[in-house]
């Protein structure tokens, strides 16, 4: 602001001069003290407005912490609704595969039932004394008569099978009703879930809008960087320096700041001296006088007593007051020290080393263990990774607290995330059909970062875990959980 008020008085008085040199009439010209009151006016202006700016940062600060929050809470909901809706489908088909095998069974007892039904109906059409004159034997009589009555009990006793046959499968078509409608509830939690998740997404979008910029630029930055890189390791290796020069500036401000605390400290010690010398004098000077009025005036020994005696009272209570002050400020200092020592140990915690965490990890995505670290797959190649077959269009979350350090297209990966935790941990995550978070953004555990995509075949997530560079097992770094693994 200070060289534009320089331009605008030497512009003034050029024009005053050109004027007077021409000798035409010219407007009135403000003065310069005019003019730099009212750039003294303009600089408070946006001396506030930056102070506003600031506040509004602050404010859209917390609220994408918050909806951080939420987003982490609805993603674990998505996640318990994606695994109640695939045990749910899992009995489903059970039952599907019982209620066939029972009409298959049931089928086939029908139609036996059917051919002595119709046989026995056929004999009891005749009378006895037909039987008697049938043209066969007295012995085929007799023994015709035995078939028929050992047969009628042995028909109502598959009679009676195929009416409990028949009882069970309808007992199993109610139960697959029973089964469809909690299926139907479940996708509607799950349903639900998702355009909750969708909500917060755009929430986090809007709250998120003053730093779009900042990260656009650094995702270009890793764009161009992963064009150039000619493998996955050359990429890594472009990403650890660019790790290093952001832990260089991290450091060069924390210095900055460092040196600007302790001016600010300094600065307020010679002043508090300041005032404490100061008091003093006044006090001296006070006593002075009060000596002085003594001698001159021998005569009010007694009222001056009365008025040392009151201003005796007076200082013992100003040395209570200062000494309950002292004592409350050292009960202050003692809570906001306790309170700081909270916060550092709430904050160790949230950044506890990623060597900490082995078999503390959650699962990225809910589903089934397909590939493990080392197993062969295609092309008689051993897996770097593990693969998980998940539910179609399945949350992924961030396994630990970190950084993105890359999020798009890579070859033979196709889209990619990459995620640095610290030590030379990174997890890379591939296979999803959608990203949802953006490089240099800060990420924390369970917070989600994609969706899985729909297809003929189950989705796949690839999920890796380099330190330094070179692939370790994943396994031992997540957490148990209720979903089967395979191999």
């Given amino acids: 602001m200070r ?12 024009l005053a001069l050109a004027g007077q040199a021409a000798g035409a009439p010219q407007p009135p010209q403000p003065k310069p003290e005019a003019r730099l009151k009212e750039l003294e006016s303009e600089l408070q202006k946006g001396q506030q407005e930056q102070q506003e700016i600031k506040r509004r940062a602050q404010a859209a600060a917390e609220a994408a912490e918050k909806v951080r929050t939420e987003m982490v809470a609805s993603a674990r909901g998505v996640q318990e609704n994606e695994d109640s809706l695939s045990e749910l489908e899992s009995q489903m088909g059970d039952l599907t595969n019982l209620e066939h095998d029972k009409s298959k069974a049931l089928d086939l007892k029908r139609q036996q039932l059917n051919g002595a039904l119709t046989a026995v109906e056929r004999l009891a059409f005749w009378p006895t004394e037909a039987l008697l004159a049938q043209p066969t034997s007295p012995a085929d009589t007799v023994r ?79 764009k161009a960087m992963a064009a150039e890189a000619s493998d996955l390791r050359d990429l890594m290796a472009r990403l650890e320096e660019e790790r290093k020069r952001r832990e260089q500036e991290a450091r060069e401000r924390a210095a900055a700041e460092k040196a600007a605390r302790e001016a ?167 296979g999803m059909a959608r990203i949802d978070s953006t490089v240099g953004q800060h990420l924390t555990t369970g917070e989600p970062v994609g969706v899985m995509g729909q297809g003929e075949g189950k989705p796949l997530l690839y999920v890796e875990l380099r330190h330094n560079g070179q692939p370790v097992n994943p396994l031992p770094w997540l957490t148990a959980r209720k979903a089967k693994v395979s191999g």
């Fill in 3 to 14: 060289p534009r008020a320089n331009k605008g008085l030497a512009g003034a008085l050029l």
């Fill in 144 to 222: 015709s008569a035995i078939l028929l009555r050992d047969v009628v009990p042995r028909l109502e006793a598959q009679v009676a099978e195929l009416k409990s046959d028949i009882e069970s499968l309808a007992s199993v078509k109610a139960d697959i009703a029973k089964q469809r409608q909690l299926i139907a509830t479940a996708a509607g939690r799950l349903d639900a879930e998702h355009r909750r998740l969708a909500a917060l997404y755009q929430k986090k979008q809007e709250v998120q809008v003053q730093t779009e910029s900042e990260r656009a630029a650094a995702e270009q930055r890793l």
């Fill in 264 to 430: 600010q400290i300094a600065a307020q010690k010679a002043a508090k001296e300041a005032e404490e010398q100061a008091r003093r004098a006044a006090h001296e000077a006070e006593v002075a006088a009060a000596k002085a009025a003594k001698e001159q005036h021998e005569r009010e020994v007694a009222e001056a007593r009365k008025a040392q005696e009151v201003q005796a009272a007076a200082d013992k209570a100003a040395k209570e007051a200062e000494a309950r002050a002292e004592a409350a400020a050292r009960d202050a200092a003692r809570a906001a020290e306790r309170t700081a020592a909270d916060q550092r140990q709430a904050a160790e915690r949230a950044n506890r080393p990623f060597s900490r965490a082995e078999g503390e990890m959650p699962f990225p995505a809910r589903g089934r263990v397909v590939v493990r670290f080392g197993q062969e797959g295609e092309g008689q190649t051993q897996s770097k990774g593990l693969s998980i077959e998940t539910r179609p269009d399945a949350q992924v979350i961030a396994p630990y607290n970190g950084q993105v350090v890359f999020a798009g297209e890579f070859r033979g990966y196709g889209l990619l995330l990459i995620i640095e935790h610290g030590e030379g941990y990174h997890t890379l995550l591939a």
